[in-house]
């Protein structure tokens, strides 16, 4: 019988899926034709989905560790054991340290609503520290909010209607297919499509033009084609009367943003920004697909603040098509977080840590961390800094449990291993946060072996911990029903019907949004904002605090999604190994040949790639793509012990493309040296 499911995992579009089931098992997984925003197309990691449910290396029962902390040797106990060996930890930490000595890490693992917030109700309850999340785009999200407050970005589907888009700073082949199909498709019809990128990535092979610049140098990019758009009177002038604010004073600094000086910072050639900018003001309806890459920058959300004004300079959000999209999906929220999370339970506030600083976290001395709960995230593989936080999950007074599918290189760090369910077989509400949509799917199977749903296990936690609020004894399914029975007023003006919607596990999507109707404090798009610190917009170099001479770009792969997939070894194939690119520029002056071993080191780590030399990337940035576990590393680490702690300028993100090293040929010598 086939089932509709929704993906679950971290891409912009939440897939529509059908599952076929028999017998109580999964056999086979399609795109579902009738889901709004994505009919029928999915990737082909998620066609694979049922080898991923079943697969031998899959964790079905709670374990302890026997072993040395990171060496993998567990031995299995029952769940009435493993709850009450973490509350027995947890009541002892809590009344030797205190509440806040435990910290739960979760990400972007499972992105439905109810498992990936539930945790939130329990460590708020018990009064533990809170990780700040901030692992993705929040920089993005914090850049275009200070020009356009709430007001939605085009859905994708609306680039169909784009004789220009620009894909800037994404990789759409791996992370927005529904886009770049539609983008082929309309090449046809003599539609243009121009990659704005740090290197030739794989969607590069779909568009007119590729654009190379140098790493965190977009804003200044934006900036001289707007000098340009300014210069050629290309602007939109009544659109900028009508619908923006401050742009009179925005437009005289324009001035010193030419071409010539932009050629210096971004390495684009002044002619083609000049063409890059006459094409974008002469479009009939010219779109911008932005990606999240450069975003993960100290000067990211300034960078996408710039990039968002350039649609209302030529009036763009006023056609069909035209705009930006990869940003804000709906003006409100479609659900009430607060239903899950329950901020209501915490007594006071929350110590907080940001994910990037996990690594940071678990080391300092004062107000020590001693308890670390992992659920939906793989730090070990995916987080800054990953010496350094290794370093701290090796940890002999630190508690770890780790609640997971696989065993993941961070699971082998875990006191105690708990078994988590995949999606079908858990209930959820899902929404994407590429699209306007909301969901609800049931389970489609009952749990292999012995694993649990976060929430299940949050639930099994709550009763071992003596915590009886009604919230931990309700099912999934029950929670699902509170949520959607207590709309939000947003929802219930997109989805009159939602509340009665839950049985159909169909996917809610509305007719178009208007994107006139601008959702800041004036009704404008903000060329000015008074009320940030950097009132008006101007290009902010990153801060050259690391003194090599390389930009690493960690970019990611058509293979597998973060973590995510690397029990496929059909796909970790396609893959193949751990390269970095490396022009043949850069690689010719340190005698480095294709195919190579070399090292790549900066202050933090050392990390051994082999060398992969190529003209599809400006000389100066090297890129690696993918995330890899430690077992396909050549050296014990991988791309992320290259990335430092630092944030974001705004929204506290993640600034993992922004870090500077320098490499050579990798001998044993050397390796020791360093
Ligand atoms: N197959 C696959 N799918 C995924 C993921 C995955 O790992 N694999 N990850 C998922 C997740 S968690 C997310 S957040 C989304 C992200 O999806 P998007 O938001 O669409 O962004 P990405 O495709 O990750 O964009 C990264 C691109 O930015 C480029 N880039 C880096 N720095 C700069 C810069 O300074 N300027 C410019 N112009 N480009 C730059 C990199 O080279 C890379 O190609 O995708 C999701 N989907
Ligand atoms: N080098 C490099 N580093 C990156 C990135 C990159 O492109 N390159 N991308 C960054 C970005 S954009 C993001 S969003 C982060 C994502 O980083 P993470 O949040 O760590 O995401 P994943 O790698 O998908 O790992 C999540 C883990 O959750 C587990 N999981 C899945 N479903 C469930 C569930 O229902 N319950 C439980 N308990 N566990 C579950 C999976 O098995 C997986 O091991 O990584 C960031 N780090
Ligand atoms: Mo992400």
Redesign the pocket.
């Known amino acids: 019988m086939w089932k509709k499911a929704i993906c679950p995992y971290?891409?912009?579009a939440s897939c529509g899926l059908l599952v076929r089931e028999e017998n109580g098992k999964i056999l086979e997984v399609k795109g579902d034709k009738d889901h709004p925003a994505t009919r029928g197309v999915i990737?082909e990691k998620m066609k694979g989905y049922p080898s991923s449910l079943y697969s031998p290396d899959r964790l079905l029962f709670p374990m302890k560790r026997i072993g040395r902390k990171g060496e993998g040797k567990f031995t299995r106990i029952s769940w009435e054991e493993a709850a009450a060996e973490i509350a027995g930890q947890w009541k002892n930490i809590i009344s030797e340290w205190g509440s806040q000595a435990v910290l739960p890490a979760v990400y972007?693992g499972v992105m439905s609503d109810i498992q990936r917030n539930c945790g939130h109700a329990f460590f708020n309850r018990m009064g533990a520290s809170e990780i700040v999340m901030t692992l993705?785009?929040t920089a993005k999200g914090e850049g275009y909010r200070q020009a356009m407050g709430n007001t939605p970005s085009l859905e994708p589907d609306e680039l169909r209607d784009s004789d220009l888009c620009l894909i800037?700073?994404?990789?759409?082949k791996?992370?927005?297919i529904h886009s770049l199909i539609d983008r082929i498709k309309k090449r046809k019809e003599g539609g243009r499509t121009v990659l704005?990128?740090?290197?030739k990535?794989p969607t590069a092979d779909y568009v007119d033009q590729v654009v190379l610049?140098r790493?965190?140098?977009?804003g200044m990019l934006a900036l001289a084609m707007m000098h340009v758009l300014v210069r050629e009177h290309m602007t939109d002038e009544p659109f900028l009367k009508e619908k923006t604010e401050g742009f009179e004073i925005f437009r005289k600094t324009l001035k010193e943003y030419t071409p010539k000086r932009a050629e210096a910072v971004t390495g684009v050639k002044a002619e083609i920004i000049e063409q890059l900018a006459k094409d974008y003001g002469k479009a009939k309806a010219p779109g911008i697909l932005l990606?999240?890459?450069?975003s993960r920058?100290r000067n990211g959300a300034m960078t996408v603040r710039i990039i968002t004004l350039l649609p209302a300079l030529v009036g763009a959000w006023k056609k069909k098509g035209g705009g930006l999209c990869?940003c804000r999906v709906t003006k409100g929220s479609l659900i009430n977080l607060d239903l899950i999370r329950r901020p209501d339970f915490r007594r006071k506030p929350a110590e907080k840590v940001n994910i990037n600083q996990l690594a940071g976290a678990l080391s300092r001395r004062e107000n020590p961390i001693k308890s670390l709960y992992v659920y939906g995230l793989n730090p070990a593989n995916t987080v800054s800094d990953q010496k350094m936080l290794l370093k701290g999950l090796e940890r002999e007074d630190l508690f770890t449990v780790v609640h997971e599918r696989f065993l993941t290189d961070t699971a082998r760090y875990a006191d105690i291993l708990l078994p988590a369910t995949f999606s079908p077989e858990q209930t959820d509400i899902y929404r994407a946060y590429g699209c306007p949509t909301l969901a609800y799917a049931k389970k489609a199977v009952r749990p292999a072996g012995e694993c649990k749903s976060n929430w299940d296990t949050f639930c099994l936690l709550a009763e071992a911990m003596g915590f009886t609020e009604d919230y931990f004894q309700k099912s999934e399914e029950e929670m699902a029903k509170c949520i959607l029975s207590q709309p939000t007023a947003y929802l219930k003006q997109l989805f009159p019907k939602a509340a009665q919607h839950p049985e159909a596990g169909e996917c809610m999507k509305p007719e178009g949004q208007d994107h006139l109707q601008i959702e800041t404090e004036s009704g404008k798009i903000l060329f000015v904002n008074e009320s940030e610190t950097e009132k008006i917009p101007r290009y902010i170099p990153v801060e050259e605090t690391q003194t090599y001479p390389l930009h690493l770009?960690a970019?990611?792969?058509?293979y597998?999604?973060?973590s995510g997939f690397l029990d496929r070894k059909d796909l970790k194939k396609r893959r193949g190994a751990m390269t970095l690119k490396i022009h043949t520029r850069d690689a010719k002056v340190r005698n480095i040949r294709n195919g190579q071993r070399i090292f790549c080191f900066n202050d933090l780590a050392c990390v051994e790639f082999i060398a992969e030399v190529t003209e599809n990337l400006l000389p100066g940035t090297v890129?690696a793509e993918g995330v890899f576990d430690l077992a396909g590393s050549l050296n014990g680490y991988t791309v992320n012990a290259l990335h430092h702690q630092y944030l974001s300028d705004c929204g506290e993100a993640t600034t993992l493309?922004d870090n500077r090293v320098e490499i050579r040929p990798a001998d044993k010598r050397s390796l020791q040296e360093l």
């Open positions: 971290d891409c912009p990737c972007s993705c785009s800037w700073g994404c990789n759409a791996a992370t927005r704005i990128e740090t290197y990535n610049v790493p965190g140098t977009d990606g999240s890459g450069n920058y990869g770009v970019a990611p792969s058509v597998t999604l973060n890129v493309n």
